[in-house]
């Protein structure tokens, strides 16, 4: 016989033994779903769950369930939009309660309240209110619900902050393995530059830390020193012009340019342009790393030839004051006692060399690559500046001509001239030596061909044309056999002086005398005419072409270089 428990519900349901069972049962089924919803990290499943699970614990079905979705109520279910019920469950303004819609239906909403606010609604529908153990396990169901639907908002929380940590984790982790490189790349150049090691030391320090070839050149594209394989023979140079327009750009920016297959970065101290430090990166491999070794090493490179500019021009200036006062002269055993304190052997045969160039914006860059150009020539030599010259006193016998070509290479340009004086046996020869070589640049810029070297002991014939006590006669002589072409250039702004020179210092010859002059054969046929008719002598007779050729050197050596 089945037994029965005394009492009823207020729907005076009698609680028989299989009715206990039936309750058990709907509890033990809300239990396996809270737990289920408790594992799952989804809102919409979870609300699934819960819808799925009505029908079993009652004898209702689940209308509608929403979600709160960035502060806006937001259905999550397959059902058909209804704009009515949406406002209905809006009205209840975050309670649960009756749903009362036109079509008479009983509808219960249950607020998905937390402890993080209103987390969505479930709202139930049965052909009737459900009794009050129903409505409890419904009720239960929704707390449940609302429970899981905060673990999960929790969780949810905790993976973003968990990712966000782990980006943190991520870029601190970046920011010391950089800085790690970084401090590294600081101590290795530091100490290659505290060893006295120079450029070469950089050069290579710089390919260790970045594994690409380094080249440091001089301002002028003359290599330096290079670092890693593949350095080229003979090293590229660019051209004047272009090598400028590389510079230019390099200045605009504030980080090293890439130029063609290298990174360019400009060793500048202060505003003038000491060298430039490149990697050769012909793949554009170089990263973050690279740039940041290529901009300390460039840091490091300008200390360096700061330091190197400080000593040369400590240097200069004591070889300044033992230069200047050999060539206006002083007692020899103070000169040989000078010369041995700042390490120059002044026995033994010296020549004053003086060097003038065109076309450069300071007399600082002739006379740094005078002094580079007499080192790659094994030289002995002082250097100093004066009157806008650069004056070398050279141990042995000079090659002006190997000194012309060495400084147009360094210099980029050929536009410079070289005087060489006579040999000095002693001190007291400097001052001779000194003007000789004077003459003999003035006469190389004065001449046809302007650039280039002149030895004082090569001069022949205008080793008498001096300007000294005999400066009356040559004027004389000069007046005597140009006097009348002079006149006529200067009252017809024309040019026969210096067409008869050209003329003469061609040898008579047309067609090379037309081409330096850049006229016309014809033009140069009537100037000669116009000559013979103002002088009133025969070009072709001895005496007087020999007369005229030493006139008009004589006039080139008065007048000075243009």
């Known amino acids: 016989m089945t037994s029965t428990i005394t009492g009823t519900t207020p729907d005076h349901t009698v609680r028989t033994d299989s009715w206990w069972r039936a309750q058990l049962s709907k509890l033990y089924g809300l239990f396996v779903v809270s737990m289920m919803m408790f594992d799952s990290r989804r809102a919409d499943d979870i609300v699934?769950?819960?819808?799925?699970?009505?029908?079993?614990?009652?004898?209702?079905?689940?209308?509608?369930?929403?979600?709160?979705?960035?502060?806006?109520?937001?259905?999550?279910?397959?059902?058909?939009?209804?704009?009515?019920?949406?406002?209905?469950?809006?009205?209840?303004?975050?309670?649960?309660?009756?749903?009362?819609?036109?079509?008479?239906?009983?509808?219960?909403?249950?607020?998905?309240?937390?402890?993080?606010?209103?987390?969505?609604?479930?709202?139930?529908?049965?052909?009737?209110?459900?009794?009050?153990?129903?409505?409890?396990?419904?009720?239960?169901?929704?707390?449940?619900?609302?429970?899981?639907?905060a673990n999960a908002s929790m969780h949810r929380r905790e993976r973003e902050q968990s990712r966000e940590l782990q980006a943190v984790n991520t870029e601190l982790s970046d920011s010391v393995a950089r800085l790690e490189k970084q401090t590294h790349v600081h101590d290795v150049l530091s100490t290659i530059a505290a060893s006295g090691a120079g450029e070469p030391g950089i050069a290579h320090a710089l390919h260790e830390l970045t594994g690409l070839p380094v080249a440091i050149e001089d301002r002028f594209g003359n290599l330096r020193a290079w670092g890693g394989p593949g350095q080229p023979h003979p090293y590229p140079k660019l051209s004047g012009e272009r090598r400028e327009e590389m510079l230019r750009a390099a200045a605009t920016t504030p980080r090293p340019l890439r130029y063609k297959d290298r990174l360019v970065s400009l060793v500048k101290p202060r505003h003038e342009v000491l060298g430039v430090l490149s990697l050769v990166d012909p793949d554009g491999t170089a990263g973050r790393h690279e740039m940041f070794a290529l901009e300390y090493g460039t840091t490091v490179l300008a200390l360096e030839l700061a330091h190197q500019r400080n000593l040369a021009e400590v240097e200069l200036r004591l070889h300044r004051d033992l230069v200047d006062d050999l060539i206006t002269g002083t007692d020899d055993e103070s000169a040989f006692a000078r010369a041995d304190a700042i390490g120059h052997d002044l026995r033994g045969p010296h020549h004053v060399v003086v060097v003038r160039w065109s076309g450069l914006p300071n007399e600082d860059a002739v006379a740094e690559a005078a002094g580079r150009a007499a080192t790659a020539l094994k030289w002995s030599t002082l250097v100093s500046r004066r009157s806008g010259a650069v004056v070398l006193l050279v141990h042995g016998h000079p090659n002006g001509h190997a000194l012309h070509h060495t400084l147009s290479e360094h210099l980029g340009a050929s536009s410079g001239a070289v005087g060489v004086g006579g040999p000095c046996d002693q001190p007291g020869d400097f001052p001779r030596s000194y003007s000789e070589a004077l003459r003999a640049l003035d006469i190389r810029r004065a001449s046809r061909t302007p650039h280039g070297a002149t030895t004082f002991d090569q001069l022949g014939v205008y080793r008498i044309l001096d300007t000294g006590d005999g400066r009356k006669e040559i004027v004389a002589f000069v007046r005597e056999w140009l006097g009348r072409l002079l006149d006529y250039d200067e009252h017809k702004s024309s040019d026969l002086v210096r067409t008869l020179s050209q003329y003469l210092e061609c040898g008579g010859s047309y067609d090379e005398t037309a081409s330096t002059l850049m006229i016309h054969r014809s033009t140069l046929r009537y100037r000669l005419g116009r000559i013979r008719e103002i002088t009133d002598l025969d070009l072709n007779d001895v005496d007087s072409r020999l007369n005229l050729h030493v006139a008009t050197r004589a006039w080139q050596v008065l007048r000075g270089p243009e």
Not at 77 to 99: C, F, I, K, P, T
């Open 48 to 149: 699934q769950l819960a819808a799925t699970s009505v029908p079993s614990l009652s004898g209702c079905e689940v209308d509608a369930a929403y979600l709160v979705i960035d502060g806006a109520l937001t259905r999550r279910d397959a059902g058909a939009a209804d704009a009515e019920l949406d406002a209905r469950v809006g009205s209840l303004d975050g309670n649960s309660g009756r749903v009362d819609l036109p079509d008479g239906v009983w509808r219960w909403g249950f607020a998905l309240r937390g402890l993080s606010g209103l987390a969505g609604w479930l709202v139930v529908r049965g052909p009737a209110e459900p009794s009050r153990d129903e409505f409890f396990l419904l009720t239960a169901l929704g707390q449940q619900t609302a429970g899981a639907l």
